[in-house]
Nanobody
Framework: QVQLVESGGGSVQAGKSLTLSCTAPWIIYSTNSIGWFRQFPGKEREGVAALSTDGTLTQYADSVKGRFTISRDNIGNTVSLQMNSLKPEDTARYYC???????????????????WGQGTQVTVSS
């Protein structure tokens, strides 16, 4: 069973930063797009940021543009999500996922992803 492992969640005050990390097996990391998603209680999972397989294409949800940055670290098979200027409305459970996204317009669509981690909680207090 493929395992993606997230880390780095926690509780912070508004305006602070957190970095989430997602580690995947090399075969998954190197052959799939990687995305970060979040889920609010009672809501559907939504795309936050995504990175193409070769790392040349990134997409961000409008709500996080300019604040969040997604990046790959090929040495550690890790995709990071740097989250700056956090807001209380960023409070959610964050998941990383991997999948062969073929349509460049669907990088933030959870249905394009096959492999998922267990998630990590991010809580931002005002």
């Amino acid at each position: 069973q493929v395992q993606l492992v997230e880390s780095g969640g926690g509780s912070v005050q508004a305006g602070k930063s957190l970095t989430l990390s997602c580690t995947a097996p090399w075969i998954i990391y190197s052959t799939n797009s990687i995305g970060w998603f979040r889920q609010f209680p009672g809501k559907e999972r939504e795309g936050v940021a995504a990175l193409s397989t070769d790392g040349t294409l990134t997409q961000y949800a409008d709500s996080v543009k300019g604040r969040f940055t997604i990046s790959r670290d090929n040495i550690g098979n890790t995709v990071s999500l740097q989250m700056n200027s956090l807001k209380p409305e960023d409070t959610a459970r964050y998941y990383c996922a991997a999948g062969p996204v073929y349509d460049s317009n669907r990088y933030l669509d959870p249905d394009e992803y096959m492999y998922w981690g267990q998630g990590t909680q991010v809580t931002v207090s005002s």
